[in-house]
């Protein structure tokens, strides 16, 4: 089975702190991806990776930066938490031309 | 990337089965329709995937009409268990970096 992990499933910050989400996958998959949930407001694609040092930015990753070093791992990065950024991150990943998505479990991030 | 409208929301019982239908006006000729199932504080978990008429799958059906404007998953005799959100995806699954939109998806509440 495919596995993605996710390093936190809560988290709690102060407004002004540098915040590192990791993510892990363990199928050599390709593509990994980066998401925030918010009530009423469903997924949104914060920023995506093709490919290791490869990055593209999704729908909102303004106050985000993203690090893949490593295929099996993709980093979100918040340089300085406010709390608007309050949210569960949701990390994914998927073979190229797959389709199919694994999302791991989730991080819910308090920004303080 | 072409934009999915469901209905917020679904009511249904134990042993009946529950249509949800996408519309998905603006699909493009290399998109694919996918559907993923989310419970509460679990990550998206794909579902069922197609390109035109008909999938089936262990879990799921998926009809596709002719003009691909339109699809409708079909979950035959639901459970409890059923109770989740449910998302329609379109967009092109070969495109390297290709993204996905979630839109709010549709939340069915199975009754027993």
């Known amino acids: 089975d495919v596995k993605v992990t996710q390093s936190s499933r809560y988290l709690v910050k102060r407004t002004g702190e540098k915040v590192f989400l990791e993510c892990v996958q363990d199928?050599?998959?390709?593509?990994m991806f980066w998401y925030r949930q918010d009530p009423g407001l469903g997924l949104r694609l914060i920023y995506f990776s093709y490919d290791v040092k490869m990055k593209e930015k999704g729908d909102i990753p303004e106050g985000y930066s993203v690090s893949r070093e490593k295929k099996e791992r993709f980093s979100l990065i918040l340089e300085s938490a406010s709390t608007n950024q309050t949210s569960m991150y949701l990390c994914?990943?998927?073979?190229?031309?797959?389709?199919?998505?694994?999302f791991g479990p989730g991080t819910r991030l308090t920004v303080t | 990337l072409a934009k999915t409208t469901q209905p917020i929301s679904m009511d249904s019982y134990e042993g009946q089965e529950v249509n949800i239908t996408c519309s998905h006006n603006n699909i493009a000729t290399n998109d694919y329709i996918t559907w993923y199932q989310q419970f509460p504080s679990q990550g998206p978990r794909f579902i069922i995937q197609?390109?035109?008429t008909k999938v089936t799958n262990e879990v799921a059906s998926l009809f596709i009409p002719a003009d691909r404007k339109s699809s409708t998953l079909s979950l035959p005799r639901v459970s409890l268990s059923d109770t989740a959100v449910y998302y329609c995806?379109?967009?092109?699954?070969?495109?390297?970096?290709?993204?996905?939109?979630f839109g709010q998806g549709t939340e069915l509440s199975v009754k027993p």
């Open positions: 994914a990943s998927e073979t190229l031309g797959a389709g199919e998505q694994y």
């Open positions: 995806l379109v967009g092109d699954v070969n495109n390297q970096g290709g993204k996905l939109i």
């Open positions: 197609g390109y035109k």
């Open positions: 199928m050599d998959h390709e593509n």
